[in-house]
């Protein structure tokens, strides 16, 4: 009786053995007989492992003109070194950034475009240490954000007081890498804008810490060695740390605070010849004991808006006083398109922060929210380049008005 070859048996049955063989098997059976090498780049295959490790739709695929097998080739070709991680990291930025289109859309906004292999290769030459594949696979999807407030990573009240911390693009993490005693090896992942530390990822196994792990420095204050340090660690790798994190805001157990974006915005009716651009912001700020402190510079966040009739600037900012209550008043100033030369400036009123005592939760679960006291309908933000919640006619048609959602970062 002849011996019957695998590749001999009929289509159907055949495809189905098929369809239980991982990428790297299915793609060997290629150069085993040419009908293996023909049933084996069988699109449905294909499409089962392009949803199963790249997350990809119909949708995508009809766009990309490409068939499964080929798409998949693409992404492989690309990707393929993160194949283990990227249908997990992938699936976490898109709950992310799911939850945060229902309750924080603006901060989607700051997510950057994913880095290239050749950079994150830069990063690694740079500070002479390897990052890991797991990183380097969240940052080809996403290369952290923007400075802003409120930040991805931490935006979220605690018991007394407030965090806004924001995930490090590559290569800002790779300006704070870390080679001091007590610190060797380490890049940080977060920054945090109201205390100033970050999170950091041990690059090496060195001074007690596993390679890998993220961790919040914790200096002893008291001790004689400098490199004494307390790690919290918050996880044993990139993607125990990042799915983590995603998992516990997603599901409210890290709540988000709203966005605090302020907005100038000058009038739809404002004549086309009163167009300008803002040159710099000017604040004074009258804390609560008589103390007065002036703020100038060019301005708000790095930006320089130019203003025309109907159009919107928003900006996310914020400070931290020290007092119960401070108020603050400024302007900005700003200068004609049509004559440089020109310049004027628009107040914004004084606006009122307050921050009520702090009072003991009656149970250890509930936690105390600090939030922002409108006075009298002014309104306002915590705001190091200002911001205003009121509605005011001025000069040349431009109103400043801080969207709801405004808090005061306060460490009680």
């Not at 596993?210 to 660690?233: K, N, R, T, V």
């Not at 509930?366 to 200002?386: A, I, M, V, Y």
Request: aromatic share 10%.
């Amino acid at each position: 009786m002849a011996e019957l070859r695998m590749d001999q048996l009929p289509t159907d049955p055949l495809l189905h053995v098929l369809s239980y063989l991982s990428y790297r098997d299915l793609s060997r059976c290629g150069v085993v007989s040419r009908r293996l090498n023909e049933l084996s780049k069988h699109n449905p295959l294909w499409k089962c492992l392009c949803c199963k490790h790249w997350l990809l739709t119909d949708a995508e695929r009809q766009h990309s003109g490409l068939s499964w097998y080929l798409l998949f080739r693409q992404y492989y070709s690309d990707l393929g070194r993160y194949i283990q991680f990227y249908p997990v990291l992938k699936r976490c930025w898109e709950q992310m950034k799911g939850f945060l289109q229902q309750r924080c859309p603006r901060m989607i906004t700051s997510l950057k475009e994913g880095a290239t292999e050749a950079e994150l290769n830069d990063i690694e030459a740079l500070i002479g240490c390897r990052l890991p594949d797991d990183y380097r696979c969240s940052y080809r999807i996403h290369n952290g954000q923007t400075l802003v407030i409120p930040g991805l990573m931490g935006s979220m009240s605690l018991s007394n007081h407030y965090r806004s911390e924001v995930l490090l693009d590559v290569e800002t993490a790779a300006g704070g890498f870390q080679q001091r005693r007590g610190m060797r090896g380490c890049l940080p992942l977060t920054f945090c804008f109201h205390t100033g530390l970050s999170q950091y990822m041990a690059l090496q196994p060195a001074e007690g810490r596993c390679c890998f792990e993220s961790f919040y420095p914790c200096p002893d204050q008291m001790a004689q060695d400098p490199s004494a340090i307390d790690m919290f660690i918050t996880g044993s790798c990139f993607l125990d740390w990042f799915t983590t994190y995603v998992h516990n805001v997603v599901t409210g157990e890290f709540p988000i605070i709203r966005d605090q974006i302020f907005r100038i915005e000058m009038s739809s009716s404002a004549l086309l010849e009163a167009a300008c651009q803002l040159d710099s912001r000017y604040w004074k700020i009258t804390t609560s004991d008589g103390n007065v402190e002036e703020v100038q510079g060019p301005g708000v966040v790095g930006e320089f808006p130019v203003m025309t009739p109907g159009k919107v600037h928003e900006y996310a900012s914020c400070t931290t006083f020290s007092t119960p209550w401070e108020y603050m008043e400024g302007h900005y100033t700003f200068h004609s398109l049509a004559n440089k030369g020109e310049v004027f400036q628009v107040a914004i009123p004084r606006f009122h922060m307050v921050c009520p005592p702090f009072r003991e939760p009656p149970a250890p679960t509930k936690t105390l929210t600090p939030h922002l006291d409108r006075d009298h309908g002014d309104g306002g933000c915590c705001d190091g380049d200002g911001g205003s919640d009121s509605d005011f006619s001025s000069v040349r048609g431009i109103n400043m008005a801080a969207l709801e959602g405004a808090w005061c970062p306060r460490h009680i």
